[in-house]
Nanobody
């Protein structure tokens, strides 16, 4: 089980940037690969980016590759998502979770935090 608190969302114009944060508790953060996921209105939740427990390996959904960067600070039990050149299609609620395994686009747990809303205007 994992407990997470996501933050950093907001309203931004297309082409702008945001940095999301996720603080994790209830587990040894440095043992887990982590990921960001998002859910747009009327759509299923989808994978955005993943990172190994060391932070040395990252991977992304094709839709965000080259624009988003995932990182982590194991000393702070924190996960981050730097989002640049945002597009209206990036509008969604963003969530963090433990990934099932490195390279997977699936979460390990079905429990989700409240997420953080990102809205990109055109």
């Amino acid at each position: 089980q994992v407990r997470v608190i996501e933050s950093g969302g907001g309203l931004v114009q297309a082409g702008g940037s945001l940095r999301l944060s996720c603080v994790v508790s209830g587990r040894t953060f440095s043992n887990d690969g982590m990921g960001w996921f998002r859910q747009a209105p009327g759509k299923e939740r989808e994978f955005v980016a993943g990172i190994s427990y060391t932070g040395l390996t990252t991977y992304y959904a094709d839709s965000v590759k080259g624009r988003f960067a995932i990182s982590r600070d194991n000393a702070q039990d924190s996960l981050y998502l730097q989002m640049n050149n945002l597009e209206p299609e990036d509008t969604a609620v963003y969530y963090c979770n433990v990934i099932l395994y490195l390279g997977s686009n699936l979460s390990k747990f079905d429990d989700w935090g409240q997420g953080t809303q990102v809205t990109v205007s055109s």
